[in-house]
């Protein structure tokens, strides 16, 4: 955890951290089609799973990718996904 906070911190301090890397609760709902019927979560046919997010601030998606390879989660063999947030 010490790891955690302490690239949470080091992004803060250079202005790239617009939200500190939330954890997703295990449990959820899934909703969809068209009557839109709501079943419970996780999604066991999934083969990825989401553990958290974070926002970063970055000039372009470069950078962000930069930034992300500082990230704890490699230590123990996860994987970091960057993506853009789409302008509405």
């Known amino acids: 955890m010490q790891k955690w906070m302490g690239w949470f911190k080091d992004l803060g301090e250079k202005g790239n951290l617009k939200d500190a890397g939330h954890p997703l609760d295990r449990g959820g709902k899934v909703v969809r089609g068209k009557q839109k019927p709501v079943t419970d979560g996780p999604f066991a046919e999934a083969k990825?799973?989401?553990?958290?997010?974070?926002?970063?601030?970055?000039?372009?998606?470069?950078?962000?990718?930069?930034?992300?390879q500082g990230c704890p989660i490699f230590d123990n063999g996860g994987f970091v996904e960057v993506r853009p947030v789409m302008a509405m």
Not at 48 to 68: C, F, R
């Open 48 to 68: 990825d799973v989401v553990g958290g997010y974070s926002v970063v601030i970055a000039k372009d998606l470069a950078q962000a990718t930069e930034l992300s």
